[in-house]
C-alpha cells in the first residue's frame, strides 16, 4: 500500500528527507571514480621494474652524453732513472785530465765543437795543454781564453769535435739538498767521483786574484787535481757547475761555480 507523504496537517507535498540526497551523492561520487579507475587500466601501460630501470638509465645516457668531454691525452711514466754507474760512467767519457807545465786539473767537453771548460788556474798563463781522454788517448788542447778575474778558461780540441757532450743545464739554480757528483781526475787519477748534496747555493769567496760569487757549496769533497772538472746533478742528469775549490779548515765541504753564472763569459770566449 504506497506511503502518504502530504502533510496530515494541510495536506501539502513533504520534501524528501536529507539523508536520501547525500546517499544519492555518494553513490554518483563513487560510480565516477571507478570510471575513472577502469579507463586508466583501458588506456594506460605499467612499466615493470625493469623497464623502469632501463628507461632510468637512457635518460641517465643521454644526460651523460651531453656532458661528455675528449678523452684526455695520457702522459707516460717516466723511465726508472738510470743506474747511478751507468750515468757516471757516461759523464766520465766526455771528463778529461789537463797537465800544463805546472799545474794538473781537469776539465769537460762543452760542446760538440771541440771546447773543453776548466778553471783559468789550472791553466795558469799557458796558451797550450795537455788533454787525457779516460780511454788514454792524448791531445794537444788550444787556449781560446780565459777571464782575469773569474776562474774559468775556455779550450779548443779538434780531435774532440763531432763528440756530443753529457748534457749541460745552465739556466736552472739548484737548491740546498740537491744530490750531487764531484767528477775529475784527483792526483792524476782519471775516473774519479764523490757523491755528496748541496748545502749553500749562494756563497761568495776570494781566492787569489779570483772572485767567485753564487757558489754551490756541497758535501762533495774537492781534491787536488779535481778542480775544472764538472758538478753533476744526480737526479736532473746534467752538469750543473765546475768544481773550483775545498775549504780548508774542512776538507770535506767543496765549492764549485754554477754553470748559470759563467754561460755568458763562456759563451763570449768561444764567439771572439
Not at 195 to 203: A, F, K, M, Y
Request: glycine share 8%.
Amino acid at each position: 500500500m504506497p506511503t502518504d507523504t502530504n502533510c496530515p496537517t494541510c495536506r501539502a507535498k513533504r520534501r524528501p528527507a536529507r539523508k536520501n540526497v547525500y546517499l544519492l551523492i555518494s553513490v554518483f561520487f563513487l560510480l565516477g571514480i571507478g570510471a575513472g579507475i577502469l579507463t586508466i587500466l583501458t588506456t594506460s601501460h605499467w612499466s615493470s621494474p625493469e623497464e623502469v630501470v632501463s628507461t632510468f638509465l637512457y635518460e641517465h645516457d643521454k644526460t651523460r652524453e651531453q656532458f661528455t668531454f675528449p678523452t684526455p691525452f695520457i702522459v707516460k711514466e717516466r723511465a726508472e732513472p738510470r743506474d747511478l754507474t751507468e750515468m757516471v760512467d757516461e759523464a766520465q767519457s766526455c771528463v778529461y785530465t789537463i797537465v800544463t807545465h805546472n799545474e794538473q786539473g781537469s776539465g769537460f767537453l762543452y760542446n760538440e765543437h771541440g771546447f773543453v771548460v776548466t778553471n783559468a788556474h789550472v791553466i795558469d798563463g799557458n796558451s797550450t795543454a795537455l788533454i787525457t781522454t779516460n780511454e788514454g788517448n792524448e791531445y794537444v788542447a788550444m787556449v781560446e781564453g780565459f777571464s782575469e778575474h773569474l776562474d774559468i778558461a775556455v779550450l779548443y780540441v779538434e780531435e774532440l769535435e763531432g763528440i756530443e757532450p753529457f748534457p749541460i743545464d745552465e739556466h736552472n739554480i739548484f737548491p740546498p739538498g740537491e744530490e750531487v757528483i764531484a767528477l775529475g781526475s784527483p792526483n792524476g787519477v782519471s775516473n774519479s767521483a764523490t757523491i755528496g748534496e748541496i748545502t749553500h747555493s749562494e756563497r761568495d769567496l776570494v781566492i787569489g786574484p779570483y772572485t767567485y760569487e753564487d757558489m754551490y757549496e756541497m758535501t762533495a769533497s774537492i781534491q787536488e787535481g779535481n778542480s775544472g772538472g764538472p758538478l753533476l746533478s744526480k737526479n736532473a742528469e746534467t752538469f750543473i757547475g765546475i768544481n773550483a775549490a775545498k775549504n780548508v779548515n774542512n776538507p770535506s765541504i767543496g765549492y764549485s761555480v754554477p754553470l748559470y753564472k759563467v754561460r755568458d763569459i763562456i759563451d763570449d770566449i768561444i764567439s771572439y
